[in-house]
């Protein structure tokens, strides 16, 4: 007489032995098997080697120049944007009408009567400005 197939503990589908899954559920078996333990060996002192660099040189190298090459876009564009806003931030400022200064006291006044009169700025009235600009950046990277 054969003993019996076991059953899958999820299933309940008879298996063999020798299946690492159940033909019907797909649970995995082999982790049910009853494994023999072997008796230790007696251990002896190693020695470990130093442990190498997990990459070749050429490699560590490409990786070193893309990470710079990033870096640097990267920076370019950061660098592009503040002086674009700079330059924006200075021509709201130079059509911006300026604000009321305080009344001049005495020395001013009598400075500001020998100088001769100031020209008329058409644009004093000017409130806004709207500019569009447009970068377009195209790298090219060739083997």
């Not at 098997?33 to 072997?38: D, I, M, N």
């Not at 924006?88 to 500001?112: D, I, L, T, Y």
């Amino acid at each position: 007489m054969t003993p019996p197939l076991p059953a899958c503990p999820d299933c309940t589908a008879a298996y063999e032995p020798t299946d690492n899954y159940c033909r019907q559920c797909g649970m995995y078996l082999a982790a049910l098997r009853e494994v023999a333990v072997a008796p230790a060996a007696p251990q002896t002192p190693q020695r470990y080697e130093r442990e190498r660099a997990a990459l070749p040189a050429p490699v560590k190298k490409a990786v070193t120049a893309v990470a710079i090459g990033t870096a640097l876009q990267v920076g370019m564009s950061l660098t592009g944007k503040y002086l674009a806003r700079q330059a924006a931030k200075g021509a709201v400022s130079a059509v911006r009408p300026k604000a009321k200064r305080p009344r001049p006291n005495a020395r001013q006044q009598a400075a500001n009567e020998a100088a001769p009169a100031a020209i008329d700025d058409p644009y004093a009235d000017a409130a806004a400005v709207s500019e569009t600009v447009v970068i377009r950046r195209v790298w090219i990277r060739r083997p």
